[in-house]
């Protein structure tokens, strides 16, 4: 069983759930976020209920990429060796593009893209020296297709992040006398902070307990990639993939 789990943008949202289903089944966690005081909050919250794990708190600002890798070691050295990482910090900022939005989308980009590159660097170097590991990345089903509006930047984030650990999990195949898996999860609309930033109408959400929880249960099966929920968002990915742009446009 990997027990030491790193998370970026536990603070709230998903990665403040996954740490609470994380916790639950044994694990120590890393958590890590720019807002420490609900960081440590959440700490306390977790050791006293579960006072078997041990929880470290490290203030990130994964858009300051230097910091990554040094907060990445830090957490290595807490527990004593990471076993998996979440790349989970995210922002949904954004707006229909030639619209003026332009600094909204690049931090947008910035964050969901050029920030998760950072964070998977750190992890990969850590996991391939201890030949083991699991990196998990959260992407989104609106990778599945370019999104209109406001989702535009979004979207070509998430499938950036998609590519971006499938090229990684490439580099692994035929790599032998290692124990690294990598994860890529499709959350479809999963009440969070980050969906109020959103403008656009979402639809089929489910809250952030239901939704983290099929999250989590996919990370310990290890699965290569998943929608979350599997019911409506599996199917739904599928006709997201091949329907026309006119028929993904309603579906969003």
Same mark, same amino acid.
């Given at each position: 069983?990997?027990?030491?789990?790193?998370?970026?943008? #536990?603070?709230?949202?998903?990665?403040?759930?996954? $740490?609470?289903?994380? *916790? @639950?089944?044994? =694990?120590?966690?890393?958590?890590? /976020?720019?807002?420490?005081?609900?960081?440590?909050?959440?700490?306390?919250?977790?050791?006293?209920?579960?006072?078997?794990?041990?929880?470290?708190?490290?203030?990130?600002?994964?858009?300051?990429?230097?910091?990554?890798?040094?907060?990445?070691?830090?957490?290595?050295?807490?527990?004593?060796?990471?076993?998996?990482?979440?790349?989970?910090?995210?922002?949904?900022?954004?707006?229909?593009?030639?619209?003026?939005?332009?600094?909204?989308?690049?931090?947008? #980009?910035?964050?969901?893209?050029?920030?998760?590159? $950072?964070?998977?660097? *750190? @992890?990969?170097? =850590?996991?391939?020296?201890?030949? /083991?590991?699991?990196?998990?990345?959260?992407?989104?089903?609106?990778?599945?297709?370019?999104?209109?509006?406001?989702?535009?930047?979004?979207?070509?984030?998430?499938?950036?992040?998609?590519?971006?650990?499938?090229?990684?999990?490439?580099?692994?195949?035929?790599?032998?006398?290692?124990?690294?898996?990598?994860?890529?999860?499709?959350?479809?609309?999963?009440?969070?902070?980050?969906?109020?930033?959103?403008?656009?109408?979402?639809?089929?959400?489910?809250?952030?307990?239901?939704?983290?929880?099929?999250?989590?249960?996919?990370?310990?099966?290890?699965?290569?990639?998943?929608?979350?929920?599997?019911?409506?968002?599996?199917?739904?990915?599928?006709?997201?993939?091949?329907?026309?742009?006119?028929?993904?446009?309603?579906?969003?």
């Amino acid at each position: 069983m990997r027990r030491n789990t790193l998370i970026t943008g #536990a603070s709230s949202g998903l990665g403040e759930g996954m $740490a609470r289903h994380l *916790a @639950a089944s044994g =694990h120590h966690l890393a958590i890590t /976020a720019r807002r420490v005081e609900r960081l440590e909050a959440l700490r306390d919250e977790l050791v006293a209920t579960h006072p078997g794990i041990e929880v470290s708190v490290h203030a990130l600002d994964v858009n300051d990429h230097d910091a990554v890798f040094r907060v990445f070691g830090e957490a290595a050295d807490a527990l004593g060796g990471l076993d998996r990482v979440v790349v989970n910090a995210g922002l949904g900022k954004g707006g229909r593009i030639g619209t003026g939005k332009f600094e909204a989308n690049r931090q947008t #980009a910035m964050t969901n893209f050029v920030a998760a590159l $950072a964070q998977s660097e *750190a @992890a990969m170097q =850590h996991f391939y020296e201890r030949n /083991a590991g699991h990196l998990v990345l959260i992407s989104s089903m609106s990778a599945m297709r370019g999104m209109p509006s406001s989702m535009t930047t979004y979207a070509a984030t998430k499938a950036g992040v998609a590519h971006l650990a499938e090229g990684i999990r490439s580099d692994l195949i035929g790599r032998k006398g290692h124990d690294i898996k990598v994860t890529t999860l499709y959350p479809g609309y999963i009440a969070s902070e980050m969906n109020e930033q959103v403008a656009q109408e979402q639809r089929l959400m489910v809250d952030t307990e239901t939704g983290t929880a099929a999250m989590v249960k996919y990370i310990e099966k290890e699965v290569v990639d998943a929608a979350v929920p599997a019911w409506p968002w599996a199917p739904i990915g599928q006709v997201m993939k091949h329907a026309p742009l006119s028929v993904v446009r309603k579906l969003v």
